[in-house]
């Protein structure tokens, strides 16, 4: 606090800043989930005796709003902020309020902003994980492992048969016969191509350094040879079937147990006598007959 008065007077009597100046009394502020903060922001006496001031906030997903623009805080701030002259506070914050502030000044012609990210610590919680419980050798095998509330962003670690794994298994005699890719930031422990040395229970770590690491449910993975016979036996077993059900579908037809197509009716002739109009005088009858179906 001392320090960011000195920085203030500095900025209004020294002259040793650039004209249209905002400074901030750190740029990076942590603070634990529902404790108050705040954002201290001063300017240079040249952006005029009543500048304009706007504060923006841009979340961790990327989205930004005003958080206080003309003069007064937005309706998804109110209650929770307080804007004063060199700053704002916050009452109580939440993970959500996460992100970088922007602290804009303008006036007399004038502009200039400084931004200052807010980390709010939150524990990790038992993270979740995917494991196989059996896989086939030779085959890609991904194991994963994600921790939804830890701020910052957990880290991660995992575990065989309760040893922690190197993330490196090249740089350590033990290890070097492991052929896996752990990635600690997002989670991931792949196999590109397992072998039965990775057979053993796995479980994954989520720490980012506040409060205690988080251990998530230990899984078996078995990584069994992949079964030949078994396969060729199936096929077989497939075929058999198939030649069995042709069998049975021309025993039935010869016996005459399936069902007849529909016999299609003849056609016929239906004659009609001759009209008086039909018959011409010194003429022999001549009989007309249409065809009807």
Partial sequence: MLTFVFVCLSISLTGLHAAFTVVVASPSVKVKENEGVDLKCAYTADFGATPRIEWKFKDLKGYQFFIYFA???????AGRITVYDGGLRFSKVTRADSGDYDCEVSGNSGY???TIKLTVLVPPSKPVSRIPSSVTTGSNVRLTCFDADGSPPSTYKWYKDNTPLPEDPTMFPNFKNLTYKMNVFSGNLEFPSISKLDTGSYFCEAFNGEGAPQRGDAVHMEVR???VGGIVAGVIVA???VGLLLIGLWFA?????LPKKAESKPKQAVYTQPRADDMDDGDEF???SSFVV
């Avoid at 003069?71 to 701030?77: L, N, R």
């Avoid at 037809?253 to 147990?257: M, P």
Wanted: aromatic share 8%; no cysteine; proline share 0%.
């Fill in 71 to 77: 003069g007064m805080i937005t309706a998804e701030y």
């Fill in 112 to 114: 200039d902003e400084k």
């Fill in 225 to 227: 040879d992949l079964n």
């Fill in 239 to 241: 075929l058999v079937v």
């Fill in 253 to 257: 037809s010869t016996k005459g147990y």
């Fill in 286 to 288: 001549r009989q007309k």
